[in-house]
């Protein structure tokens, strides 16, 4: 059994210790022709699902205004209306868009953007503050993201902002907030029983940030739902399969990412948890710091998730057990880069 909350960083905001991923309830929208969203959604199930959370003791939602082009923030608004002060909103500026077109239309790191920024998101969210304020852009250089501090302290002084940090997979970009930042408090990064992120968790450990683990359940992988054959329709994502989504080639599950989820099943659900909720206890286990946020579209998939926080991190001996399967895969994958590869014998062409 674990702790259901943790510290939201160096804050003093205290939130539990599984969030809920709201990138997948914001529907469609698209950079031109290719899809940023996952798919149609069912705004009032969705709504149903952040309400479900809520009352299963998931207090921490994570969105963007980016998401659904604004679509997103109006639907998380929407279902904590009258709930407001039971959860910890988390959203993030820097990529601007047009929310009637529903199209992103290019990063925005100035200043100004972001005092116009934060008051838009108030508005969609309809809510007077915001508690967790996230930079978007993962890899915008050292300098430009120092130009922000100012800005940002001052939206905590005038308090539309509690907190803040910064979503990135880089930990060089992570420690200038962790260490110029007076009221940063978390990263947000990729953490999961496929990825793992050492030098980010070192950087959170080092400035008493929490870290919020995107990705934890490896985009639906982990799950247990898709397989060789599954196929995702071609306005998810996922289906299209861009280059910085790993987990997916084609609009297909990755076969390398499947045989590492084989290989760990056994080790994630030997007591008697599902397969995702295995993958949440690893995180747990890896670090006190970590608040997974796996994306939520149902009032199932809400359940199921937050049912791991009354089984908190996975065991000791599950999670050794976890670590030797995939360094056994990583072995056997160095192995196979240096076996000769010999050429195909060149076959005489034959002739009239």
Not at 144 to 167: F, H, K, M, T
Not at 263 to 281: E, H, K, M, N, S
Not at 339 to 352: F, G, K, Q
Request: proline residues 6%; aromatic residues 6%.
């Amino acid at each position: 059994m674990g702790e259901s909350t943790r510290p939201l960083g160096r804050s003093g905001i205290e939130v539990s210790a599984l969030g809920m991923g709201c990138w997948a309830i914001a529907g469609p929208w698209a950079e031109g022709q290719i899809p940023l969203g996952w798919g149609a959604v069912d705004d009032e199930e969705s709504i149903r699902a952040v309400r479900r959370a809520l009352e299963c003791g998931v207090t921490l939602f994570d969105t963007a205004d980016t998401y659904g082009a604004g679509h997103g923030e109006r639907v998380l608004g929407r279902a904590l209306n009258g709930r407001r002060d039971e959860a910890v909103i988390a959203t993030k500026w820097g990529y601007t868009f047009d929310e009637g077109a529903r199209q992103a239309t290019g990063p925005d790191a100035s200043p100004a953007y972001l005092r116009r920024a934060v008051r838009e998101s108030l508005r969609r969210l309809d809510t007077d503050r915001i508690d967790l304020y996230q930079l978007h852009l993962a890899d915008l250089p050292v300098p430009r993201a120092q130009d922000l501090i100012g800005a940002l302290e001052d939206l905590v002084a005038d308090g539309l902002v509690r907190a803040y940090g910064w979503s990135t997979d880089r930990a060089d970009r992570a420690a200038v907030f962790g260490h110029d930042a007076p009221h940063a408090a978390a990263v947000q990064h990729s953490l999961s029983v496929l990825r793992d992120a050492p030098d980010l968790l070192s950087v959170c450990d080092k400035y008493d940030l929490a870290s919020i683990s995107c990705g934890p359940l490896g985009m639906g992988l982990l799950t247990g739902k898709y397989h060789a054959a599954s196929t995702l329709p071609h306005d998810d994502v996922r289906g299209m399969a861009s280059g910085w989504l790993e987990w997916f080639r084609r609009g297909r599950p990755a076969p390398e990412w499947l045989r590492r989820v084989h290989a760990v099943r056994a080790a994630l659900t030997a007591d008697g948890r599902t397969l995702a909720q295995g993958a949440l206890g690893w995180i747990w286990a890896r670090s006190d710091r970590t608040i997974p946020i796996p994306g939520c579209r149902t009032v199932a998939q809400v359940e199921e998730n937050a049912a791991a926080l009354a089984l908190g991190p996975l065991a000791p001996d599950h999670f050794a057990e976890v670590e030797r399967q995939l360094a056994a895969l990583r072995s056997a994958a160095l192995r196979e880069a240096d076996r000769p590869h010999w050429p195909s014998p060149v076959l005489p062409i034959a002739r009239p």
